[in-house]
């Protein structure tokens, strides 16, 4: 019932830049916090950053002062522009948002389907 649909991801030289988009289509009532994670092979998911619908965001460490989380709420739309990018940087990255159905009293966690980002050095 709630669909979320990645672009952007590709192979880039490092110090390039990327941006990712994430589009939440369905039958919700509300959208709550967004946010990317990421996964490397051989290692586990973790969270890049995050952004609640009020605007307040959230970095990891590593992507600070590289990264920009923002969102739309009008297009239910969450972006990350990544900048200064690192071969550590390679990962699949994972759209995910917090969302409250129409049938449902509380909100649940969903998933995009991933897309690649390969920074060579």
């Known amino acids: 019932q709630v669909q979320l649909v990645e672009s952007g991801g590709g192979l880039v030289q490092a110090g390039g830049s990327l941006r990712l988009s994430c589009v939440a289509s369905?039958?919700?009532?509300?959208?709550?916090?967004m946010g990317w994670h990421r996964q490397a092979p051989g290692k586990q998911r973790e969270l890049v950053a995050a952004?609640?619908?009020?605007?307040?965001?959230n970095y990891e460490n590593s992507v600070k002062g590289r990264f920009t989380i923002s969102r739309d709420n009008a297009k239910n739309t969450v972006y990350l522009q990544m900048n200064s990018l690192k071969p550590e940087d390679t990962a699949v990255y994972y759209c995910a948002a917090n969302v409250r159905l129409r049938s449902e009293l509380w909100p649940s966690n969903y998933w995009g389907q991933g897309t690649q980002v390969t920074v060579s050095s």
């Open positions: 369905g039958r919700f009532f509300s959208l709550h916090t």
């Open positions: 952004i609640t619908s009020g605007g307040t965001t």
